[in-house]
C-alpha cells in the first residue's frame, strides 16, 4: 500500500460524498452506488497487487 493509500483515501471519500447523494434519491441510488464501488474496489486492488512494494 506504500504510495496508495492517498488514492485509496481519495476513493472512499468520493464514495461518501456519492452516498449523500443517494440519500437525497431516498435510497434509489445506492442499487448503482454499492455494486459501483465494490468493483471499483476490487479493480483498485488488482491494480496494486501486482505492482512491486518499495521502502
Given at each position: ?13 468520493l464514495f461518501l460524498l456519492l ?37
Open positions: 500500500m506504500y504510495g496508495y493509500k492517498s488514492k485509496l483515501f481519495g476513493m472512499c471519500i452516498s449523500l447523494l443517494c440519500i437525497l434519491t431516498l435510497g434509489i441510488g445506492f442499487l448503482w452506488l454499492i455494486p459501483h464501488a465494490n468493483v471499483t474496489m476490487a479493480k483498485f486492488y488488482e491494480d496494486i497487487r501486482d505492482k512491486p512494494q518499495s521502502l
